[in-house]
């Protein structure tokens, strides 16, 4: 017969005068029964949990001496803590066994960094359950982030520089800062009687005999030898000189917006004006040599069989609607440097040549017959030590015969300045100065593709 009653060994109230006996538990052997304190034998099961009854402190035996509250209440009024609720957990995204099999797509780029700030901060999650979102930290300007290993460009610090930057700087250090013979001058400004080098770089194409461009076997831009011998022809089409002239006047436009619109940086004024010139060439006799200074005769007399030069010139310049004479130039040209370029439809020449003008009267020359005058429309730009010149030349006596010219020019007083600083060991930009001229080139020539 099986019982289920509930055991209550304080079935009656503890009087003061009787001090509580401590309760034992006998089990007796074969048979799940225990008898507590002489009661009646009552039947468990063994599945059922046991009770386990402990005896009463000695403050609780003080505490309830001379009351006549029942021990079972004294038990009942001790407070129960709760267990601990652990907060909900809140995903930003489906988990993984919410998802669908379809949805394999990446998470954008904010959802990373949600997730990503989402994680709890030294183990503990934020009150309500909500996550304050962390701050995507933003990479340090001119740090490159190497996992593994830290980052260093060139085992030695030293940056090698560009090779044809390079050419050029040696090009103009040799002909123009090592020479004090003659002056120089700024880009564009009219050469003292006692002469001044001019330095100039013209767009253009290197040709063979047969006047197709050369096909050097090399992949990337590359300077020649300064006595190479090859031609190069500085024209170009109409429709080429017509998209340099837009692009040019479209940089004009923005660059007085004040700051670049990529970089936000402050950026110079282009400033440009037109010209609309008459250059008509007279030949300059032998006494008329005699009269120019002694280093200027040594080189006209001198014979230029690279340049094929003839007799000297002079160039007397006019205005187109006035007539007048605004310039007369005897010009001579001393080196060049070519450069082939077979990434780009176009080549350029950096030349430098002898400027100086001359005080004479052009009507007691002979006029050069060889030479018909040029009608000419320039478009000049000017950016800080460099000058570009895009020229339209229309012959004179053939008015359907057009050729079109683009050339930089840079300051040679500035060129020589720095130079001497370069030599001399001080702090200088002389490479910085001359790699800004030959980018300008650059920038030019590959408005087009190749």
Not at 100 to 115: A, D, F, I
Request: charged share 25%; proline share 9%; glycine share 4%.
């Amino acid at each position: 017969m099986d019982l289920h009653k509930i055991v209550n060994a304080q079935d009656e109230p503890i009087r003061p005068s009787e001090s509580p006996q401590t309760p034992t538990v006998t089990t007796k052997p074969g048979r799940g029964v225990e008898q507590i304190n002489g009661s009646p034998e009552v039947l468990r099961k063994e599945r059922l949990p046991s009770i386990s009854i402990s005896p009463r402190t000695t403050s609780q035996e003080n505490r309830l001496e001379g009351s006549s509250v029942p021990h079972s209440n004294a038990q009942a009024s001790t407070p129960t803590t709760k267990p601990k609720q652990t907060p909900r957990k809140r995903f930003i995204t489906p988990p993984i066994y919410a998802q669908r099999c379809k949805s394999t797509k990446p998470l954008p780029k904010h959802k990373k960094e949600m997730v990503t700030s989402s994680a709890p901060q030294n183990g503990r999650a934020a009150p309500n359950g909500h996550v304050p979102r962390m701050q995507p930290v933003r990479p340090v300007a001119g740090r490159v982030d190497q996992p593994h290993t830290q980052y260093q460009p060139v085992f030695n610090e030293i940056i090698p520089g560009d090779q044809v930057v390079k050419s050029v700087c040696d090009f103009l250090f040799q002909f123009v800062v090592g020479d004090d013979t003659f002056g120089t001058g700024d880009a564009g400004s009219l050469p003292p009687p006692s002469g001044q080098f001019e330095i100039e770089a013209k767009i253009g194409r290197l040709v063979d005999r047969n006047k197709c461009r050369v096909n050097f076997p090399v992949a990337s831009e590359t300077s020649l030898n300064v006595d190479y011998d090859v031609s190069f022809e500085s024209s170009m089409t109409g429709s080429q000189h017509e998209h340099f002239n837009n692009c040019l006047n479209e940089e004009v436009k923005k660059s007085h917006t004040g700051f670049n619109e990529k970089t936000q940086k402050p950026r110079i004024p282009l400033q440009y004006k037109r010209l609309l010139e008459v250059d008509s060439f007279y030949k300059l006799p032998r006494w008329e040599i005699d009269k120019l200074p002694h280093a200027v005769q040594g080189l006209l007399k001198m014979p230029s069989k690279h340049f094929h030069q003839k007799d000297p010139k002079v160039r007397v310049t006019r205005n187109q609607k006035t007539g007048e004479v605004t310039a007369q130039i005897i010009k001579h040209r001393l080196k060049d440097l070519h450069v082939y370029c077979p990434r780009s439809i176009f080549d350029y020449r950096v030349s430098v040549s002898l400027e100086l003008n001359w005080d004479g009267d052009a009507s007691s020359l002979p006029r050069d017959t060889e030479a018909p005058d040029r009608i000419k429309n320039r478009m000049s730009y000017n950016l800080a030590f460099c000058q570009i010149d895009l020229t339209q030349v229309t012959n004179a006596e053939r008015a359907d015969s057009k050729s079109h010219e683009l050339e930089v020019e840079v300051s040679s007083s500035e060129v020589k300045r720095q130079g001497k600083l370069a030599a001399t060991a001080a702090e200088n930009q002389y490479q910085p100065l001359v790699k800004g001229f030959i980018d300008n080139v650059r920038a030019l020539s590959r408005l087009f593709p190749s």
